[in-house]
T-cell receptor
Framework: KAGVTQTPRYLIKTRGQQVTLSCSPISGHRSVSWYQQTPGQGLQFLFEYFSETQRNKGNFPGRFSGRQFSNSRSEMNVSTLELGDSALYLC?????????????FGPGTRLTVL | AQSVSQHNHHVILSEAASLELGCNYSYGGTVNLFWYVQYPGQHLQLLLKYFSGDPLVKGIKGFEAEFIKSKFSFNLRKPSVQWSDTAEYFCAVNARGGYQKVTFGIGTKLQVIP
């Protein structure tokens, strides 16, 4: 089975721009979660999508949004980028069942905001 | 809301030393517990997981963790570390029942000196 893929792997943007990141989950997985990873902060949960519906949301401003398509692929968008948005953005997929929430992670997208 | 505390942010050990990384969570109900590892330059991957049953869980590469419900703890152990165990380790928890997000700890960087 192919793993979770994320594109692009690296991005450099300037403040005020917007960015869209893409995630393709493992085949058969209906849950996709997004995390922001920064040194000293660990993994901060952004949101989770399950069958095209946002099921959980973290404490991030409205500039961070996402969606999921019928094939379970997901995108996240960050508008009006700030310097503090520089981070590794991780996507994880899973079955999404409450008794088995194992997350399978992609390699991440490294976003640098200048 | 659930939360996870990892007590040691940076641990340095010599090869063959024993390892114990602390993890405590706060949530009054039933939980799923995970340890993930991120080797330098690699994806986050699952080390071990606890859903139910035997509280002593064995994972890959000789790691194990013990769930102590009364202490809300899920400490990771390895009797003898190797240089190749140098990585960042993340404890994670999610509440069972309903579709709760997975909450990660801040991570512990382990450096093993040959």
């Amino acid at each position: 089975k192919a793993g979770v893929t994320q594109t692009p792997r690296y991005l450099i943007k300037t403040r005020g721009q917007q960015v869209t990141l893409s995630c393709s989950p493992i085949s058969g997985h209906r849950s996709v979660s997004w995390y922001q990873q920064t040194p000293g902060q660990g993994l901060q949960f952004l949101f989770e999508y399950f069958s095209e519906t946002q099921r959980n949301k973290g404490n991030f401003p409205g500039r961070f949004s996402g969606r999921q398509f019928s094939n379970s692929r997901s995108e996240m968008n960050v508008s009006t980028l700030e310097l503090g948005d520089s981070a590794l953005y991780l996507c994880a997929s899973g079955t999404g069942t409450s008794d088995n929430n194992e997350q399978f992670f992609g390699p991440g997208t490294r976003l640098t905001v200048l | 809301a659930q939360s996870v505390s990892q007590h040691n942010h940076h641990v340095i050990l010599s090869e063959a030393a024993s390892l114990e990384l602390g993890c405590n969570y706060s949530y009054g109900g039933t939980v799923n517990l995970f340890w993930y590892v991120q080797y330098p330059g690699q994806h986050l991957q699952l080390l071990l997981k606890y859903f139910s049953g035997d509280p002593l869980v064995k994972g890959i590469k000789g790691f194990e963790a013990e769930f102590i419900k009364s202490k809300f703890s899920f400490n990771l152990r390895k009797p003898s570390v190797q240089w190749s165990d140098t990585a960042e380790y993340f404890c994670a928890v999610n509440a069972r029942g309903g579709y709760q997000k997975v909450t990660f700890g801040i991570g512990t960087k382990l450096q093993v000196i040959p």
